[in-house]
């Protein structure tokens, strides 16, 4: 079975430039998440899908982030203008409908603002 | 109160030792609870997940889980070096929102 993909891995970008990041979750996967993980610091959800539509973007900076999820299987998400403080590893991760399945990771992109 | 919260360490343990890590949360509906294993600059990969109160054994590790409590441990015997790594405690509630703690660090002195 294949695992969840991203890409790029790295992305080096300057302060007030944009950045777009993809994810192919696991076939059959409904569920999606994108992940800030910040250098010491634990993953911090900006965003889940169920299929197309969106669960949770509470913590989802939306004057700068937006993600969207086309026919509910590939996502990207975009940030646009890049601050410094965006300097993380981006994490997407996918898990089956039910409340016991987990969530699995692909390798994430590492993105540095300068 | 965050909610998920662990201690951030660094947790040191000679080898061969019990390493014991913990993890309180605060959403009494969490449904299941997932220990997640994260080397540096790698993704986060599961090691553990538990639902039911009470223990669950796996190889070296066992997942302890306390609903009323609302607390988490896990448990690594016999730790080797290769176990040394940030290991992330987290917590599926509603509408399968997995939430993370902060990721105690472990390090298993040889």
């Known amino acids: 079975e294949a695992g969840v993909a991203q890409s790029p891995r790295y992305k080096i970008i300057e302060k007030r430039q944009s950045v777009a990041f993809w994810c192919n979750p696991i076939?059959?996967?409904?569920?999606l998440y994108w992940y800030q993980q910040i250098l010491g610091q634990g993953p911090k959800l900006l965003i889940q899908?169920?299929?197309?539509?969106?669960?949770?973007d509470s913590q989802l900076p939306k004057d700068r982030f937006s993600a969207e999820r086309l026919k509910g299987v590939d996502s990207t998400l975009k940030i646009q203008p890049a601050k410094l403080e965006d300097s993380a590893v981006y994490l997407c991760?996918?898990?089956?409908?039910?409340?016991?399945?987990?969530?699995?990771f692909g390798q994430g992109t590492r993105l540095t603002v300068v | 109160q965050k909610e998920v919260e662990q201690n951030s360490g660094p947790l040191s343990v000679p080898e061969g030792a019990i390493a014991s890590l913990n993890c309180t949360y605060s959403?009494?509906?969490?449904?299941?609870f997932f220990w997640y294993r994260q080397y540096s600059g790698k993704s986060p990969e599961l090691i553990m997940s538990i639902y039911s109160n009470g223990d669950k054994e796996d190889g070296r590790f066992t997942a302890q889980l306390n609903k009323a409590s609302q607390y988490v441990s896990l448990l690594i015997r016999d730790s080797q070096p290769s176990d040394s790594a940030t290991y992330l405690c987290a917590v599926k509630g509603g509408y399968q929102k997995v939430t993370f703690g902060i990721g105690t660090k472990l390090q298993v002195i040889p």
């Open positions: 076939s059959g996967h409904a569920t």
């Open positions: 899908f169920q299929n197309n539509g969106v669960v949770d």
């Open positions: 991760a996918s898990s089956s409908a039910g409340g016991v399945s987990e969530a699995f």
């Open positions: 959403d009494r509906g969490s449904q299941s």
